[in-house]
């Protein structure tokens, strides 16, 4: 009996990607998309299911800082390798190069606009010239509002519902190439831990 030479795999199993609280799972060597009033709540608590260290890019010029010694309860602030940008066209260029390099499983890049389908088409590219070294690293942009960056494997928006002293959030789903939109509730539970809650979400 022959053994064949060629076999087909699932295009999802060459790239797993990142875990986002226990339900849903983000493909590697892919860009996605984070926006809203949260967005960068949830893009630590994804970087937080990385291995290893976390490259976080950032326009040197605008206000908005992370604060190192408010991280605790999501990711430990010593994985985060902040890159400050001096020029809007240096971000995506440095995501690109760090994504292409494949050296870490999760590039995050906060931009103050969308970009268009060209820049990331690119980021697409050197995502999967990354993967090619086996960690299949995921690209991650995160974009004020509703975001609309065209093209991206995915789009997930998270909002604040936060309700009797108790921290809340509304996690939508606006975009993915395998799957329709939906709203899910957010909660802490042990150990400060944030996962999706059993329970309808209203006016959204």
Do not use: Y
Not at 31 to 39: D, S, T, W
Not at 67 to 85: F, K, Y
Not at 117 to 127: E, N
Not at 139 to 158: D, F, H, K, Q, Y
Request: aromatic share 4%; charged share 25%; net charge positive.
């Amino acid at each position: 009996m022959n053994t064949p030479m060629l076999m087909r795999q699932s295009h999802r199993s060459e790239r797993p990607g990142l875990p986002l609280l226990g339900r849903f799972r983000l493909a590697g060597a892919r860009a996605h998309e984070i926006c809203g009033a949260a967005r960068r709540r949830l893009a630590l608590w994804l970087a937080a299911e990385a291995q290893g260290p976390v490259i976080w890019i950032r326009p040197a010029w605008h206000p908005d800082r992370l604060h190192m010694a408010g991280l605790g309860d999501e990711i430990d602030p010593g994985r985060l390798l902040m890159v400050d940008a001096a020029r809007p066209e240096d971000l995506l260029w440095v995501m690109e190069e760090v994504l292409r390099a494949g050296a870490v499983a999760l590039v995050v890049c906060d931009l103050t606009d969308p970009p268009g389908l060209t820049p990331v088409r690119r980021l697409h590219l050197a995502a999967e010239a990354g993967g090619k070294g086996g960690i299949a690293p995921l690209g991650l942009i995160l974009t004020p509002g509703m975001g609309g960056a065209p093209g991206v494997e995915s789009r997930w928006r998270l909002e604040p519902a936060h309700e009797g002293g108790a921290e809340g959030w509304v996690l939508s789903r606006l975009r993915a190439r395998d799957a329709g939109p939906g709203d899910w509730a957010v909660a802490r539970v042990a150990r400060g831990r944030a996962q999706l809650v059993e329970r309808a979400v209203e006016g959204v």
